[in-house]
């Protein structure tokens, strides 16, 4: 079966539809933010200024790049372990958040607020970020330069390779993986 093409941002109608183990293609405008870029979006919205993008049917890759050799927009771009970003996630998620794309597990917090706000985790293929950034078109930083490979940047991405490891129904790819391999054969 062939990817399902999905383009940012997303609306809850394109979330609703997507199932764990469903491939996609993202192509469209995707933040990057980490660690540091999380904390400082959150204190924004505790202190009620701005954001410097909109929330609202956003895509969040949890990644920092590597330098970008000559030539190219962005150097390698693989996934980091999305678990840093469980004690934000709830909240940029009930402010409109979309989608976030990275690799590993995540909270009970998380895919509760997922539930509750129609929101999708996407994993990206960890150890590939050579290969992920020839899907990255466009890169430039929006917010906090000093923060190096942790500032919050928007990309542009054609055709962005990910699986729905976590849906909006309550599905949990990790959890499901698992049981189906501790089946007694």
């Known amino acids: 079966m062939a990817a399902r093409k999905i383009t940012t941002p ?6 609703r539809e997507l ?3 469903d491939e996609v293609s993202i ?3 995707v933040y990057q933010a980490r660690d ?23 895509v969040v890759y949890y990644m920092g ?8 927009v962005i150097g390698s771009a693989g996934p980091t372990t999305s678990g840093r970003m469980d004690a934000y996630a709830p909240l940029l998620i009930e402010k409109g958040l979309k989608g976030m794309i990275g690799k590993g597990l995540r909270s009970d917090a998380v895919k509760q607020a997922m539930v509750e706000h129609t ?13 992920l950034a020839r899907r990255i078109v466009a ?34 790819l990790y959890e499901a993986g698992r049981r189906e391999y501790e089946k007694p054969l």
């Open 65 to 72: 790049p590597s330098p970008a050799k000559p030539g190219n």
């Open 19 to 21: 199932r764990i183990g």
């Open 139 to 172: 890169n430039e930083v929006i917010a906090w330069p000093e923060l190096g490979a942790e500032a919050l940047a928007r990309l542009e991405v054609v055709d962005f390779p990910a699986i729905v490891v976590g849906d909006c129904h309550g599905g949990d």
């Open 119 to 131: 929101a999708v985790y996407l994993a990206a293929t960890g150890g590939a970020g050579a290969l």
């Open 10 to 15: 997303l609306t809850d109608e394109v979330v």
């Open 36 to 58: 540091a870029a999380h904390k400082r979006l959150v204190a924004l919205m505790e202190e009620g200024e701005p954001l410097p993008f909109d929330l609202e049917g956003a």
């Open 27 to 29: 192509s469209g405008v």
